[in-house]
């Protein structure tokens, strides 16, 4: 059984990772009415793993007996300045989602629910992995500058990005 204190924080993760979703999605689109083809690809994929990383929250949740609740999602942003600036969004946005996952392990162990650290041991790797790949394409895009042929280059690199479930947590139980 979950405490309760831990089912809200586990439930304001599914509406977080929904409301990623939402973000990616959004930044998907504007891509793709910009002309960057590729760019829009690779936020298609981010969308659905975030779709994903809520499955894996609201199995778990049902896994141990709790209750999912869900809440009304936020608007998100519809435009970005620039590719850099969707990008530092990104990582600024992925550095408060990993703050989020590390208070809820802090609780978990705090509360000795081990049940609930071990699972979100899962996500602070994914954090890692998440944060260190819009921080590599920060660095593509500052280092291709003005560059048209660079730009090009970069949205051809991301049309390469392939959809692969999360994890098989994902998959309902
Ligand atoms: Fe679900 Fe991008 O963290």
């Known amino acids: 059984m979950l405490s309760s204190k831990i089912q809200d924080a586990l439930n304001a993760q599914v509406n977080a990772e929904i409301w990623s979703a939402y973000l990616y999605l959004s930044m998907s689109c504007y891509f793709e009415s910009e002309g960057y083809a590729g760019i829009a690809n690779w936020f298609k994929v981010q969308w659905k793993e975030e779709l994903d990383h809520a499955e894996i929250f609201r199995n778990y949740i049902h896994s141990r007996s709790g209750r999912v609740e ?17 990008f530092e969004a990104t990582l600024e946005h992925e550095q408060k ?35 260190e790949s819009a921080r590599t394409i920060i660095d593509k895009v500052k280092m291709i500058g003005d560059n048209g042929m660079g730009r090009y280059m970069l949205d051809q690199e991301l049309a390469a990005r392939t959809y692969t479930q999360a994890s098989p947590l994902a998959t309902a139980e």
Do not use: G, H
Request: glycine share 0%; net charge negative.
């Open 70 to 86: 869900l809440k009304a999602i936020d608007s998100v942003p519809t435009e970005w300045k620039s590719i850099l600036d969707a």
């Open 97 to 131: 989602v990993t703050a989020m996952i590390n208070n809820i392990y802090a609780l978990a162990e705090a509360e000795n629910d081990y049940a609930t650290r071990d699972r979100l041991a899962w996500f602070v790797s994914e954090q890692v992995e998440e944060e």
